[in-house]
């Protein structure tokens, strides 16, 4: 049936009918029906309908159990569905048809095997393809899907939409939603084997849709990212061999895009001058290079001290590097934008390109004639979209000249540009007449400065070199800029006016406005692009504008990501800044010293502010004796040489720490060749060296011979205590020592010797009724005051009277308390210094006041009650007269800041009893090692001499005695522990005993030992013969 006009008008009627007919031709008719215009049923198989023009008021074409049809290139429309295949129509090929339908586009219904090529068959107001019924492998190919294009489900949840574009290959898209009688709407985007990309929706919130792939790369990982209203998610999976990806499931009405995964890793590496992990260095400011090759670049960070900063992201809009590199297709009048936006840049009227004289690399010089850069494209925003312009200029004063920098706006004069200017040295923001802010700091002086805006809609700000700017920090700005090319150095629409005369570098523009910080770091860094796939991160980093870092330990770590989403990293890098010497301080030998021994043990301190260990040289005599002696930060190092001859020696200590910043210490001499005390540690008590023990108190006891003894020292773990030295200016052991002069015999002036070098001796009192006497001691002997009228007289003028700092301390047992040291006026009671235990009002306190003129002040009383019959170390001291501590057995209790005035009247002073008159007030207890300082001993020091006692038995012998813990109340952790004791003669002589260590470990170990029996092994029998 060919060329014929078939027309039937009858509202049911069809115009061409086949009915179980086989291999018909009906070819180039114009076919009109009231209802269907060509009908295939009961097996019309084997058919060709082609290049037929059809208008229907029912089907276009509709087949019946009729396959392996050929139906191509039929135009025309329909009023009821464009095709329809029903009951098994399977096989039938449909090609390059064109059919507008006021039904359905395609309606598959139960069939199988179909194939719809190329053409547009579709519907404005239903559904273009219709699954309808159970129906598989039914595939369009190439069919037209330039616009949305609806298809329906009416079927099972078996039947499969399956789209294949063959102008692209043989790629499959697959389409199932679960639920029957549903529907998307496709709109297709992108379609290759290596990115697809396409818009699936549905009214139904929530819906799902199933898809699978065929025909894609084989073996490749693809990322699915689909962007609905619920947010963006994102699988990852990797075809076959064959290029299939199996079924996967997306939620309907957002965008969805597969593509090839690029799993190439970006290589990005710290390069020189970069520093090396963990350096320690003394320089200020730290240049890092980071090497990134990858030529879809996309994002990078650089993290500094634990802060990331982005350098580049997509709010980058346009970047400048202007080093005319020819790889990315720049020369003198065409400057690529790095950014990826494509905003690159003409250069008009031979603006002329410095390879070397830019900020970094290339810039471009503007004469100030005509010439300037201007962007291909709008910058893409206005009003009072957010941003920033940033670029380095170095230039002139431009006086009375307004000179463009960048530019964006439609015109050189008018309202609606965002301006960067220089007028008369400084930077302005323009935007014409709205808008005028001339900053307050100097950039036209020849010099390379950091020019930044930012705008967040409201608050425009301006920083120069990474400082704001006060005049450009303005609030509640209203911008009303237009979009439009970018100017740099002029404009197309310039007046000779605003050319500028200058270099500029390195402009960028953020589609934000950057935080200060951010602008901060920029100051310091800069990104180029140096080849098609080749990047150098550089930075110079700094504390901020003006200031180099401080000292201490940094982190740095740079970060890159394509266009992909990968991800690499530089390893984290730390780098140490240290530009401080250490201090040293020489402890022994004392400068001056004279020692008889040819073995010296030196010892010193160096500290450093961040390394915890240095190294050390020791010179004697200009030559450097022992090098790079390992020392510890802030703890005393000991070192021993030997075979000194008889002579004087100088000796200093050199230091250096990790960042070889290096101090030598003052020099001091000694002297080798003169006799000098004994001196050495007893034992018992004292534990011998390298002692472990469970103990936590450690008994030491050293014994000195020295008929001339001038200082005692004692070191424990590290720490130097003076136990004795000329500072010490009382001191009684109340021993009763023959040898020293001393001979109690129960009457008035039995004398007290004071064994400090002061001679401070006393003349014990005992009065009419002989009750007070000689008793057992804190340590060894001690006097037992009677409260009546027993007292020590001491000679000369009063021992501290008015010195401005003091110390005075002293073990007492009582029960009713009394004056224990005093210092007086014995004209009158008008003036004293009264150290003593209050015996009026209980609990009896311990304290010290002053009386001054008559007036009580200064009192400084402490809180533990002393009159329970027991020992007690009670201690007061005075600094600048203006400040008292009250200590009882080591602890303070008590603090007082009265200035105390003029004292110099005090004429008497006494132990036991506060004035010779009839005002006495008696001690009743007993005393035992008094001491007073002139001097105010530190927390420490007194903490310490708690723990110990100094007496002197004999014209020349000493005992010094250590009950070493760690403070009043708690023993010695766990740990390792050094002692060594001191002694010099009042010639500087000096000698010490050997350093000692002693381990606590007073922690149970309850492990038993394991015991392994190894041969002969169990069950064995031996014999040895022993014949020889």
Avoid at 186 to 196: D, K, V
Avoid at 367 to 375: A, I, R
Avoid at 569 to 583: C, H, K, L
Avoid at 829 to 845: E, K, L, R
Wanted: proline content about 2%; overall charge negative; charged content about 15%.
């Amino acid at each position: 049936i060919s060329n014929n006009t078939i027309s039937s008008n009858n509202t049911n009627s069809v115009a061409v009918r086949l009915d179980a007919s086989t291999s018909n031709t009906i070819i180039n008719n114009n076919v009109s029906a009231g209802a269907t215009c060509i009908n295939l049923e009961s097996s019309s198989n084997s058919n060709n309908v082609s290049d037929n023009n059809i208008s229907c008021g029912g089907h276009g074409f509709y087949f019946d159990s009729s396959s392996s049809n050929i139906v191509s290139n039929n135009h025309g429309s329909s009023d009821g569905n464009g095709i329809g295949l029903y009951s098994s129509s399977n096989t039938n090929t449909f090609s390059d048809n064109f059919i507008i339908s006021g039904g359905e586009g395609i309606r598959l219904s139960g069939v199988n095997s179909n194939n719809i090529t190329g053409g547009s068959i579709f519907s404005p107001t239903t559904t273009d393809y219709s699954l309808f019924g159970a129906g598989t492998n039914n595939n369009f190919i190439n069919t037209n899907f330039t616009g949305q294009r609806t298809i329906s489900f009416n079927a099972v949840t078996t039947s499969w939409f399956n789209y294949n574009n063959e102008t692209d290959g043989s790629i499959w898209l697959k389409t199932n939603i679960f639920i029957v009688n549903q529907y998307l709407t496709r709109t297709l985007t992108t379609w290759s084997n290596t990115t697809m990309t396409w818009n699936d929706t549905n009214s139904t919130a929530g819906l799902t849709a199933r898809y699978n792939l065929t025909g894609l790369l084989p073996n490749t990982q693809y990322s699915i990212y689909n962007t609905s209203s619920s947010g963006t998610t994102t699988q990852y999976l990797t075809t076959d061999a064959g290029g299939i990806l199996q079924s996967f499931t997306i939620l309907l009405n957002g965008n969805t895009e597969i593509k090839v995964i690029d799993d190439t890793p970006l290589n990005i590496s710290f390069v020189p001058p970069t520093p090396a992990n963990d350096t320690t260095t003394t320089n200020t400011s730290i240049e890092i290079n980071v090497s990134i090759t990858e030529a879809n670049l996309d994002e990078v960070k650089f993290n500094w001290n634990g802060t990331n900063y982005t350098i580049l992201n997509d709010s980058l809009v346009l970047m400048f590097n202007f080093d005319n590199v020819s790889a990315l297709g720049e020369n003198d009048t065409h400057v690529f934008d790095v950014s990826g936006y494509g905003n690159d840049g003409t250069v008009y009227n031979g603006t002329v390109m410095n390879l070397t004289g830019g900020k970094y690399g290339g810039a471009f010089e503007f004469d100030g004639m005509n010439d300037y850069v201007e962007t291909s494209n709008n910058i893409g925003f206005s009003g009072t979209d957010t941003r920033t312009f940033s670029a380095w200029f170095n230039g002139g004063p431009h006086t009375g000249l307004w000179a463009t920098i960048v530019l964006m706006g439609p015109d050189d004069n008018d309202n609606k540009n965002f301006e960067l200017v220089i007028s008369n040295s400084h930077l302005h923001f323009s935007s014409w007449n709205t808008y005028n802010f001339e900053g307050s700091i100097i950039i036209g002086d020849n010099v390379w400065h950091h020019l930044v805006i930012t705008y967040d809609g409201s608050d425009l700000k301006g920083y120069i070199d990474g400082v704001l700017d006060p005049n450009i920090d303005q609030s509640s700005v209203t911008l009303d800029t237009q979009d439009s090319h970018i100017f740099i150095g002029g404009s197309a629409t310039g007046h000779s006016s605003k050319w500028l005369i200058g270099t500029i570098d390195e402009v960028r523009i953020y589609n934000r406005s950057l935080s200060a910080s951010e602008i901060q770091q920029l100051y310091f860094t800069n990104l180029n692009k140096y080849d098609t796939d080749k990047w150098t991160l550089y930075v110079n980093q700094s504390k901020n504008s003006t200031d180099v870092l401080d000292e201490g330990v940094y982190t740095y770590q740079a970060f890159a990501k394509d266009a992909f989403g990968n991800q690499n990293q530089t390893e984290e890098r730390t780098v140490t800044i240290d530009a401080t010497n250490p201090t040293i301080t020489l402890n022994y030998p004392d400068n001056g010293a004279t020692l008889s021994t040819s073995s010296i043990n030196f010892n010193w301190t160096a500290t450093d502010n961040l390394d915890a260990s240095l190294l050390c040289n020791l010179t004697i005599n200009g030559t450097v004796n022992q090098s790079s002696i390992a020392s510890t930060s802030g703890q005393y190092t000991n070192y021993t040489i030997s075979g000194f001859n008889d002579g004087t020696y100088n000796w200093n200590i050199s230091c250096w720490d990790n960042a070889s910043n290096l101090n030598t210490s003052l020099t001091r001499n000694f002297t080798v060749g003169a006799t000098y005390q004994q001196i050495n540690f007893t034992e018992p008590p004292t534990p011998a060296n390298d002692t472990t023990t469970t103990n936590t108190s450690i008994e030491i006891n050293v014994s000195i011979t020295e008929p001339n003894l001038n200082e005692v020292k004692f070191n424990w773990n590290g720490t130097n205590y003076t136990i004795y030295n000329d500072s010490l200016v009382l001191m009684m052991n109340f021993d009763n020592v023959s040898g020293i002069g001393e001979s109690y015999n129960n009457s008035n002036g039995t004398i007290i010797v004071d064994v400090s070098n002061s001679g401070n001796n006393g003349t014990l009192y005992v009065g009419a009724d002989d009750s007070g006497n000689y008793t057992t001691g804190k340590y060894q002997g001690a006097y037992n005051f009677d409260g009546v009228d027993d007292y020590v007289a001491l000679s000369g003028t009063p021992i501290i009277g008015n010195d401005s700092s003091f110390t005075i301390a002293s073990w007492i047992k009582t029960v009713n308390g009394g004056m224990i040291y005093t210092e007086g006026y014995n004209v009158n009671a008008n003036w004293n210094i009264i150290f003593q235990v209050d015996g009026v009002t209980t609990p009896y306190s311990f304290r010290i006041y002053f009386k001054e003129d008559g007036v009580w002040k200064g009192e400084t009383i402490g809180t533990t009650p002393v009159n329970d019959s027991g020992w007690h170390y009670v201690v007061a001291v005075q600094t600048n007269k203006s400040y008292r501590e009250i200590f009882i057995d080591g602890v303070l209790e008590d603090t007082d800041t009265t200035l105390i005035g003029d004292m110099s009247i005090l004429n008497t002073h006494n132990i036991g009893v506060n004035e010779r008159t009839s005002f006495a007030t008696f001690f009743n207890g007993t005393i035992d090692e008094v001491r007073v300082w002139n001097r105010s001993l530190s927390s420490s020091e007194i903490q310490q001499l708690y723990f110990m006692n100094l007496n002197k038995y004999d014209t020349d012998k000493w005992a010094l005695y250590i009950n070493q813990s760690k403070n009043s109340t708690d023993g010695l952790d766990d740990g390792v522990y050094t002692y060594q004791a001191f002694a010099k003669d009042s010639s500087s002589n000096e000698n010490q005993t050997e350093v000692r260590t002693i381990t606590v470990n007073a922690t149970a170990d309850e492990t038993l030992p394991l015991i392994y029996l190894e041969s002969p092994t169990n069950n064995t029998q031996n014999t040895t013969d022993n014949t020889p």
